[in-house]
């Protein structure tokens, strides 16, 4: 047998065992951001996070950013938006998120980004929306607001709701806005060199805020364990998930590794059960079913294509 056919067999092995893994390695930074309350500051931790990735990004595809120099300084503002929907919202308002509601609902609320992403496609991007993905938005929607409201749909008016909650939705809705974002503002740059790039608007707009929280009377120091969680955030969600992400749709095809990131609520939930003990009540397993299932109706009919989160 042919060694080129012999190496595409074995990429092929592998990218099939880490198609499974990227929806993982998402999920460590859903826990880090119930692990970093009291530890490390939330916008410090994203600047840290992106500013390491950023750094790593930068080395890998140096020659591409110094050959497209000119490109990079007349888009500037739009890594500087990008930055501030994905690295700023999506990054340190998780970890505000993280202060006060649990690994699963930041999870599962994140979950309906997808649907946001498709509805934000038909009325920004003129894309075409059938009855079936109507159905299925209006299910995710209500599983979003079911997981929110703790199942307590008769009771809403006497719901207490927590802050974090409300702050994943906005974050739901920055990751909906940078997905789309990057479709209308197509670019010639690689993804490694283009991710780059949004790290470095992203870290510019979190730099004021993280200097505003290090300055401050009660700031928490810079420990060993909050520069652990920094690295962790930094290699594994970040440069290790993203480059997985794109190596795998490179071997498999874009589909077939998309659909796979929907497994994230399950691996987020079973984490957050076994690492951080937090309770699985009815209201997330039913929430998590709808969110899911209008995902799914959502995506039919089409290559589901949701962006890699968090």
Excluded at 77 to 85: H, K, N, V
Excluded at 88 to 110: D, E, F
Excluded at 175 to 198: D, E, F, H, M
Aim: with cysteine; net charge positive; aromatic share 10%.
């Amino acid at each position: 047998m042919p060694t080129e056919l012999l190496r595409q067999q074995a990429h092929t092995r592998w990218a099939l065992i880490l198609i499974w893994l990227t929806p993982m390695l998402w999920t460590v930074n859903q826990v880090v951001a119930r692990l970093a309350p009291g530890v490390v500051a939330p916008h410090v931790l994203a600047l840290g996070r992106w500013s390491l990735a950023g750094l790593i990004l930068t080395f890998l595809s140096r020659h591409e950013l110094w050959q497209m120099r000119g490109h990079i300084v007349r888009t500037w503002y739009q890594s500087l938006i990008l930055g501030a929907c994905g690295m700023w919202i999506c990054g340190a308002w998780v970890y505000m998120a993280g202060q006060s509601t649990s690994a699963m609902n930041i999870s599962l609320i994140y979950a309906a980004s997808p649907v946001m992403i498709a509805v934000g496609s038909v009325l920004w991007l003129g894309e075409h929306f059938r009855k079936r993905q109507m159905l299925g938005v209006a299910m995710a929607l209500s599983g979003v607001l079911h997981v929110v409201v703790r199942g307590h749909w008769s009771q809403m008016a006497q719901v207490e709701w927590v802050a974090g909650d409300l702050w994943i939705v906005a974050a739901a809705i920055a990751w909906a806005a940078y997905a789309l974002l990057q479709k209308q503002w197509p670019s010639p740059l690689s993804a490694t060199a283009r991710l780059a790039t949004i790290c470095m608007g992203g870290v510019v707009v979190l730099a004021p805020f993280a200097a505003w929280e290090m300055a401050a009377d009660d700031a928490l120091p810079l420990s060993l364990h909050a520069l652990t969680l920094v690295v962790v955030t930094a290699l594994v969600p970040g440069v290790g998930a993203y480059w997985i992400y794109g190596w795998t749709q490179k071997i498999l095809g874009t589909s077939r590794v998309a659909v796979t990131l929907y497994l994230g609520p399950l691996y987020a939930g079973l984490a957050a059960w076994l690492l951080l003990h937090e309770a699985m009540g009815w209201h997330h397993l039913v929430g998590g079913l709808l969110i899911l299932s209008g995902v799914g109706l959502v995506m039919a009919g089409k290559a589901p294509e949701p962006e890699p989160s968090s």
